[in-house]
């Protein structure tokens, strides 16, 4: 019977590790960005997770949650503002796209979790109380930001976005299947 027991162990153990699937980091892009003084600051941008949710007219949607990281490699912290417009039309289709910014906070240990940890995202949609209408923050020197940018579309397909940083001027990048917009967000400032 020990027998019976010890091998019935063994057959559990090795069926639940063989289901852990490998890691991943889940970036879709990095990129790194230098001011005229020497200033570096690194913008790293996720793959999305996603699924569909129902807005309170009944009407299905589509969600993408990604995630941003800024880290600030300079010896100068940074003031790092973003404010998403309320609805953004993705050319050539011009279907609308809402974004929003919640008020959980993103962590590197979430990044393998399913939605990369964010949670009740119905409620997300349909009450602005867990959102936030912006984000401003102070980054110092040799430090990480994460945050979340939910991404509630009528289209369906593959769905891009990246964070990007044009002088001081933050842009947000959305690609939907052949379909691109750059929507104006913000913006990322030394501090002196």
């Avoid at 010890?6 to 230098?34: A, M």
């Avoid at 003031?79 to 279907?95: E, R, S």
């Amino acid at each position: 019977m020990r027998l019976l027991v010890f091998f019935f162990l063994l057959f559990v153990h090795i069926i639940s590790n063989g289901q852990v699937g490998p890691t991943r980091n889940w970036v879709y892009s990095e990129d790194k960005y230098k001011d005229f003084k020497g200033n570096f600051v690194m913008i790293s941008n996720s793959l999305p997770k996603g699924g569909g949710v129902v807005d309170n007219n009944g009407k299905n949607l589509g969600y993408r949650v990604f995630w941003n990281r800024i880290t600030n490699e300079s010896l100068t912290p940074i003031n790092f503002h973003v404010k998403f417009p309320d609805a953004t039309f993705v050319k050539p289709k011009g279907y609308s796209v809402k974004i929003v910014l919640p008020k959980e906070n993103m962590k590197y240990e979430k990044i393998q979790l399913f939605d990369f940890g964010l949670t009740n995202l119905q409620s997300l949609f349909n009450d602005e109380s867990n959102q936030l209408s912006f984000l401003d923050k102070k980054i110092s020197p040799k430090e990480d930001y994460f945050f979340y940018v939910i991404m509630f579309i009528q289209e369906t397909g593959t769905a891009r976005a990246e964070l990007i940083l044009k002088g001081i001027n933050m842009y947000y990048k959305i690609k939907v299947g052949s379909d691109s917009t750059l929507i104006p967000c913000g913006n990322l400032t030394y501090l002196r």
